[in-house]
């Protein structure tokens, strides 16, 4: 294959960079050693709160706000070429103040209206300990199902997906990246190249000598059956903890942050630590079924996350941390555009 495009990595930025480039006309082939999304993408919750996660940074939170404003195009335009429903609607978040402290630091924000802990209560009943919160909109999705999506959206018109062995280095050339080494030795070739490679970005000696690192970390969710007369609507987000509820009842209950290497296996006292979380956020939840734990890596990087140039005819996007879902439209965009500026 020709391709105008070579994409390594098959997560949620990989896709959602491959899929904006084939709109744009390019001939795109991704790779990745495992399947779509198996590395992070399907196993994050799908909030999308650019105002919550960037509440520390504000070029991060304007980032975040551009791709919020991106998704409902974004999703509708795949569901409209692959008939598969992302699962984005529109929902209101509770940022909830455990602390009198985190309740000083809330009045002031200035995304949603703050009410007192009295007012929320009338509103939700449930709720733990509790200083008050901030409501605002927000909206969520279906990682596994936006990911679904993108595969077969790609695949449908025209693009290649190879999996199952992995990219192992890069074949220099006299301008820029000549050709992708691959595990066995053989080779791919295109015109340009995009590395998204996630929590793994620092494996690869090429970007390594780049300063194109990442590092993994852990993040455990467990899956709840919500078994009340009115199921949860909204996300409830507390301190170190959130409830994300999804359709058929489920519920989301995240994330932990731990640093074990590339350990992907949930632990039970990461999911005790959820538990616990749940009980003093929302007790109201502790009547919720458990169905299932599962967990994935997070790419962090330190400064947040890099989309840039790296070479001649490569660009790398990598280091989304915790927001690889929600920022996936914008990084669409940025790429495509630093794509178009190699020519």
Same mark, same amino acid.
């Given at each position: ?58 070029e991060e939170r304007a980032f975040g706000r551009r791709s919020y404003e991106l998704y409902p195009s974004f999703t509708s335009g795949l569901e409209a070429a692959t008939g598969i429903d992302t699962g984005f609607r529109r929902c209101s978040c509770y940022l909830v103040a455990q602390s009198t402290e985190r309740a000083e630091v809330l009045r002031r924000m200035e995304w949603g209206v703050w009410l007192g802990a009295p007012e929320i209560r009338q509103r939700m009943a449930g709720f733990g300990e ?50 992708? !080494?691959? &595990?066995? %030795?053989?080779? *791919?070739? /295109?015109?340009?190249?995009?590395? #998204? +490679? ?116 490569? !660009?790398? &996007?990598? %280091?989304?941390? *915790?927001? /690889?879902?929600?920022?996936?439209? #914008? +990084? ?12």
């Amino acid at each position: 294959m020709n391709a105008d495009l070579v994409v390594v990595g098959a997560g949620v930025i990989g896709l959602s960079c491959a899929w904006q480039a084939q709109q744009q006309g390019m001939q795109v082939l991704v790779l990745d050693g495992r399947g779509p999304g198996e590395g992070t993408s399907r196993r994050a919750a799908g909030m999308l709160l650019p105002d919550v996660e960037g509440e520390h940074d504000a070029e991060e939170r304007a980032f975040g706000r551009r791709s919020y404003e991106l998704y409902p195009s974004f999703t509708s335009g795949l569901e409209a070429a692959t008939g598969i429903d992302t699962g984005f609607r529109r929902c209101s978040c509770y940022l909830v103040a455990q602390s009198t402290e985190r309740a000083e630091v809330l009045r002031r924000m200035e995304w949603g209206v703050w009410l007192g802990a009295p007012e929320i209560r009338q509103r939700m009943a449930g709720f733990g300990e509790m200083e008050g919160a901030r409501i605002g909109d927000a909206a969520q999705l279906e990682p596994r199902q936006l990911i679904a999506a993108l595969s077969v959206g790609l695949r449908g018109r025209g693009a290649e997906i190879e999996t199952g062995l992995a990219v192992a280095d890069v074949q220099a050339g006299s301008d820029g990246v000549d050709a992708l !080494v691959m &595990a066995d %030795g053989s080779l *791919r070739r /295109g015109r340009r190249y995009l590395f #998204a +490679t996630g929590a793994w970005a620092g494996e690869m000696p090429y970007l390594a000598e780049r300063g194109v690192s990442t590092e993994p970390v852990r993040g455990q969710i467990v899956t709840l059956e919500d078994t009340g007369d009115e199921p949860l609507r909204d996300i409830i987000f507390g301190q170190g903890i959130y409830l994300a509820p999804k359709g058929a009842r489920r519920v989301y209950l995240g994330a932990t942050e731990e640093r074990v290497g590339f350990d992907e296996r949930p632990a039970a006292d990461g999911t005790l630590h959820l538990l616990e979380g749940l009980r003093r956020l929302y007790p109201g939840g502790m009547r919720f079924a458990v169905r299932e734990s599962w967990a994935g890596l997070r790419p962090y990087r330190a400064g947040g996350a890099m989309i840039g140039r790296i070479d001649e005819n490569a !660009v790398a &996007a990598v %280091g989304h941390h *915790r927001n /690889g879902i929600l920022l996936a439209p #914008a +990084t669409a965009e940025r790429v495509t555009a630093l794509i178009a500026e190699i020519g």
